[in-house]
């Protein structure tokens, strides 16, 4: 989504090779979400959830498209904090609406600790880290990284839940990782006008 949004808003066509790679490690993650097989996949259903989910990798796609209109004098952890005190006035709402619904915040010790979880890592820090990486390696090359969720979710899930790792596993993984390495092979120059002002002074 990211290259076909770059396209479509700011007219840059992406490179042959990061299109190849993001079409490589794509149909490893389908490989491995179909079980190593095509019949697996096809069988799989797209209920509401799954359009969401789709829904929010379109928005998170586009703000990683619009990263490039950060004005240079913001630096980027108030450009961040910008955003997400926005998106906790944009969630108020619906917080109040389940509250009042009868469904309060559980403040248990665990939801506590899964709340703070996201708040700092899932959050703060890899929203810091996606957009320094948007910045230095490419708006494109950034969104194909999302791929490497699959191997991550993989290997935790035989780290910590002990499922089993299969074959598919192992050849959907290196895909996606060729991929990848496919998408990021060449140079990527700073994406706007902050991160060449901060390569300047470097």
Do not use: K
Not at 37 to 47: E, H, K, Q
Not at 164 to 185: C, D, E, K, N, R
């Amino acid at each position: 989504m990211v290259p076909l949004l770059e396209w479509m808003i700011l007219g840059h066509r992406p490179a042959p090779r990061v299109i190849a790679g993001i079409l490589v490690s794509f149909s490893a993650v389908a490989w491995i979400a179909g079980r190593g097989t095509w019949s697996t996949l096809a069988a799989l259903s797209i209920g509401r959830g799954e359009l969401l989910v789709l829904l929010a990798v379109a928005c998170f796609a586009l703000y990683t498209v619009l990263l490039r209109y950060r004005p240079a004098e913001v630096s980027p952890l108030l450009f961040l904090f910008g955003a997400m005190a926005a998106a906790a006035i944009a969630l108020l709402p619906l917080w109040l609406l389940e509250e009042r619904a009868g469904h309060p915040f559980p403040v248990d010790a665990r939801s506590v600790a899964a709340l703070l979880f996201i708040g700092i890592f899932a959050s703060l820090v890899a929203n810091a880290i996606w957009n320094h990486c948007a910045e230095t390696l490419g708006r494109a090359v950034t969104g194909a990284s999302f791929h490497l969720m699959a191997v991550c979710s993989s290997l935790l899930a035989f780290l910590l839940l002990g499922e089993p790792v299969h074959a598919y596993h192992l050849a959907g993984m290196a895909l996606i990782l060729t991929g990848f390495a496919l998408a990021g092979s060449g140079r990527h120059g700073p994406q706007n006008a902050a991160a060449q002002a901060a390569a300047a002074r470097g």
